[in-house]
């Protein structure tokens, strides 16, 4: 079963900030936040992920709290291209178990 | 340096028969995963190879089986097709190194539709 617990959908204004937030409550610490996304009918994309330190990239920034158990995805300016399913994975780098446990995914709609 | 790669991007076949897909993992990756994403579902998976051995099986029966090759490159066989295998099948690959937080990239994937 997937780690993560995300809202089923969200909303955003094109050109606002769309916040996307994970609880990931029983996370260890051996554990990285990883987020994908995949728009409709593609291969997921991989986003960015982060151990315990905040992390930011060219697509997204990514805001884990002090105790682990949430994490907010931000996507600075979206547009109508970032309309898609996003997931937030937990995954392990023990015993190199690198296999990916999806949960549904918040659907994010930007609106024009 | 060209992604995950996958063939065929679409094809179609009729109940009963065999079906074989195909992955290149992205340069520089060793480790390959298959994921079957049904319309509407996210991504479940299948099993994943290293060192040309299946590694890990997810829940799917004997029917879907597997082979890595030596350049890392991977094949997904599924025999005595059912319409409930009709899905998208993705190919991820990764490198296996310890600890990294190393990334995990899929492929676009190929949709297979059984009648």
């Known amino acids: 079963d997937a780690k993560t617990t995300q809202p089923p959908s969200m909303d955003c204004a094109e050109g606002r900030a769309a916040n996307l937030p994970c609880n990931h409550s029983t996370i260890s610490g051996n554990e990285y936040v990883y987020w994908y996304r995949q728009i409709h009918s593609q291969g997921p994309q991989y986003i960015i992920h982060?151990?315990?330190n905040n992390e930011t990239n060219e697509m997204a920034s990514l805001i884990i709290t002090e105790d682990r158990k949430s994490s907010t995805l931000i996507l600075p300016h979206a547009t109508l291209r970032d309309t898609a399913v996003y997931y937030c994975i937990v995954r392990s780098q023990i015993n190199r178990d690198d296999k990916i446990i999806f949960g549904k995914g918040t659907r994010l709609h930007i609106l024009p | 340096d060209a992604g995950v790669t996958q063939s065929p991007t679409h094809l179609i076949k009729t109940r009963g028969q065999q079906v074989t897909l195909r992955c290149s993992p992205k340069s520089g990756h060793d480790t390959v995963s298959w994921y079957q994403q049904a319309l509407g579902q996210g991504p479940q998976f299948i099993f994943q190879?290293?060192?040309?051995?299946e590694r890990q099986r997810g829940n799917f029966p004997d029917r879907f089986s597997g082979h890595q090759f030596p350049n890392y490159s991977s094949e997904l066989n599924v025999n005595a097709l059912l319409l409930g295998d009709s899905a998208l099948y993705l190919c991820?690959?990764?490198?296996?190194?310890w600890g990294s937080g190393n990334t995990i990239y899929f492929g676009e994937g190929s949709w297979l539709t059984v009648v």
């Open positions: 982060g151990l315990k």
């Open positions: 190879y290293y060192e040309e051995e």
């Open positions: 991820a690959s990764s490198a296996r190194l």
